[in-house]
């Protein structure tokens, strides 16, 4: 009822507070959804910065192969090239996880690729690796006739280079979104902190209004208050010289009637001695009329 009567007189008042509440309740639910948002772009920039990893890792790998078989073939050496093939298959591997998922080289539980252009060039990168784990073992086949110049070893060189390539390409891919991914990210902190500053500054606001409004209301009242006491003190002054004078009347009143009843009184002391008087004046008057006769 009091919040009613206070909307009624001041309805102004009213509705600046219920717009300050408003506005900042929408602040903090459109800060809320920014938070959320950055964790959602945190989480796929860090997904993106691990994939752009894995890719890398790849063309280490395949690297380190492509460099350890053309020694070993170079040097005719067949056991160091065995070995090689570990790396390789590594490759693959990581080649297999960043398309369908799995882990990375240390460890880290990678989710498939969700983008169609990041998993069209690691498909192509992985059909690459197949086909110079293809060439590399035909050549391992075929030592003797896969030297320098050789047409497979230009096959080998050309299916290593197409996937380097795609490899390439899927990293680059992957970092440019990951870097476009942190300046959402940075540009959505500086919206929220805005956002924030916004809600201090009106949570602020409305608070010094309301203090304000506070300030107004006590001094308003103490002024009340004041009147109020200045008028009972007139009133009691008012009364007080009322009860005064009537205690004055009653006390006149009182020596009235003692007054009265002490000439009363008097009145009937005289009377009476009056009366004596007239009683003996017959008798005198009888007493002497003889005489007389």
Same mark, same amino acid.
Request: glycine letters at 4%; zero cysteines; a neutral charge.
């Given at each position: !009822?009091?919040?009613?009567?206070?909307?009624?007189? #001041?309805?102004?008042k009213?509705?600046?507070?219920?717009? %300050?509440?408003?506005?900042?309740?929408?602040?903090?639910?459109?800060?809320?959804?920014?938070?959320?948002?950055?964790?959602?772009?945190?989480?796929?920039?860090?997904?993106?910065?691990?994939?752009?990893?894995v890719?890398?890792?790849?063309?280490?790998k395949?690297?380190?192969?492509?460099l350890?078989?053309?020694?070993?073939? %170079?040097?005719?050496t067949?056991?160091p090239?065995?070995?090689?093939f570990s790396?390789?298959?590594?490759?693959?591997?990581?080649?297999?996880?960043?398309?369908?998922?799995?882990?990375s080289? #240390?460890?880290?539980?990678l989710a498939p690729?969700?983008?169609?252009r990041?998993?069209? #060039?690691?498909?192509?990168a992985?059909?690459?690796?197949?086909?110079?784990?293809?060439?590399?073992?035909?050549r391992?086949?075929?030592?003797?006739?896969?030297?320098?110049?050789?047409?497979?070893e230009?096959?080998?060189?050309?299916?290593?280079?197409?996937?380097?390539?795609?490899a390439?390409?899927?990293?680059?891919?992957?970092?440019?979104?990951?870097?476009?991914?942190?300046?959402?990210?940075r540009?959505?902190?500086?919206?929220?902190?805005?956002?924030?500053?916004?809600i201090?500054?009106?949570s602020?606001?409305?608070?010094?209004?309301?203090?304000?409004?506070?300030?107004?209301?006590?001094?308003?009242?103490?002024?009340?208050?004041?009147? !109020?006491?200045?008028?009972?003190?007139?009133?009691?002054a008012?009364?007080? /010289?009322? /009860?005064?004078?009537?205690?004055?009347?009653?006390?006149?009143?009182?020596?009235?009637e003692?007054?009265?009843?002490?000439?009363?009184?008097e009145?009937?002391?005289?009377?009476?001695?009056?009366? %004596?008087l007239?009683? %003996?004046?017959?008798?005198s008057?009888?007493?002497?009329a003889?005489?007389?006769?």
């Open positions: !009822m009091k919040g009613k009567d206070e909307a009624k007189t #001041h309805p102004g009213f509705r600046r507070g219920s717009l %300050t509440s408003v506005a900042v309740l929408l602040l903090g639910l459109f800060s809320t959804l920014l938070l959320v948002w950055v964790f959602v772009i945190a989480e796929r920039q860090w997904n993106r910065f691990v994939w752009a990893d890719a890398m890792d790849m063309r280490i395949t690297a380190m192969f492509h350890w078989f053309e020694e070993s073939i %170079t040097n005719g067949q056991e090239l065995r070995k090689t790396d390789l298959d590594e490759a693959i591997r990581l080649s297999d996880a960043l398309v369908s998922g799995g882990k080289e #240390h460890g880290t539980v690729l969700d983008d169609p990041f998993r069209r #060039h690691a498909e192509i992985r059909s690459r690796l197949a086909r110079l784990m293809e060439v590399a073992r035909q391992y086949r075929n030592m003797p006739d896969s030297g320098i110049g050789s047409p497979i230009i096959e080998f060189n050309a299916a290593f280079l197409e996937f380097d390539r795609e390439r390409a899927l990293e680059i891919l992957l970092e440019k979104s990951a870097l476009s991914d942190q300046v959402k990210a540009r959505l902190h500086v919206v929220i902190i805005i956002a924030w500053i916004s201090i500054a009106a602020a606001t409305g608070l010094f209004r309301h203090e304000r409004r506070r300030g107004e209301a006590e001094a308003a009242l103490a002024a009340a208050y004041g009147d !109020m006491e200045r008028q009972i003190q007139a009133r009691t008012e009364l007080s /010289n009322a /009860n005064r004078k009537l205690q004055e009347e009653i006390v006149e009143r009182q020596l009235a003692t007054s009265l009843v002490i000439s009363e009184a009145f009937r002391r005289l009377s009476a001695q009056f009366q %004596t007239l009683d %003996t004046i017959p008798d008057i009888i007493l002497i003889p005489k007389v006769s």
